[in-house]
């Protein structure tokens, strides 16, 4: 290298770079044009149950675990909508009834054998779930049905604005970082 070519500005090196990979491979010029998808066209994965008397979607990078429910252990002194502690692969974490915590209209009672711990960050909460119906994926542009009327005003923070559906039953999305972050939730989570 000469120290002319040093004196080039970037712009024409690149320049230059660009027409060297264009001439080397044909398909080198392709990677030229590529453009990153757009966000909300990205589709990210659902984890489909019921909480309450809602049919909820998870999405799945906000879970670090899904498996059978082990015992709870109860606390006392705490409000109802957190049921006690779990040992997952030796942690504890608390175990949260999320309709209650939403104040959601539920189905009476609804035997719950299987756990899916709620991830954000350091943060970690389960929830005891009776059934998982599948998974799904959706894009943001697909999550386009209005929220439920049995979601409140106040509770419309805990999920995303539009929900979707597969086989003719309509899903919302519950934001997870929403939920872990609440100033409500954190006062007893840190206190267990």
Avoid at 32 to 55: C, D, K, N
Avoid at 64 to 74: D, M
Avoid at 157 to 164: D, L
Wanted: glycine share 6%.
């Amino acid at each position: 290298m000469n120290y002319q070519e040093m004196d080039k500005p970037l712009g024409q090196v690149i320049s230059e770079i660009d027409a060297l990979l264009a001439a080397a491979s044909p398909g080198a010029a392709r990677l030229q044009s590529y453009v990153a998808p757009v966000e909300s066209a990205i589709p990210h994965r659902f984890v489909l149950t019921e909480v309450g008397s809602l049919r909820m979607a998870l999405p799945i990078d906000g879970l670090a675990e899904v498996g059978p429910l082990p015992a709870i252990t109860p606390l006392p002194n705490l409000p109802d909508w957190i049921l006690g502690i779990v040992n997952v692969r030796s942690e504890i974490i608390s175990v949260v009834d999320l309709a209650k915590f939403l104040d959601l209209p539920g189905k009476g009672e609804q035997s719950a054998d299987q756990l899916v711990v709620l991830q954000h960050r350091e943060m970690r909460t389960a929830l005891p779930i009776g059934r998982i119906y599948g998974t799904a994926s959706r894009c943001q542009d697909e999550q386009n049905l209005p929220l439920s009327p049995e979601i409140t005003k106040e509770k419309r923070e805990f999920f995303a604005p539009g929900g979707f559906q597969v086989d003719d039953r309509a899903y919302v999305v519950l934001d997870v970082q929403q939920v872990l972050t609440n100033r409500r939730f954190l006062e007893y989570n840190q206190a267990l």
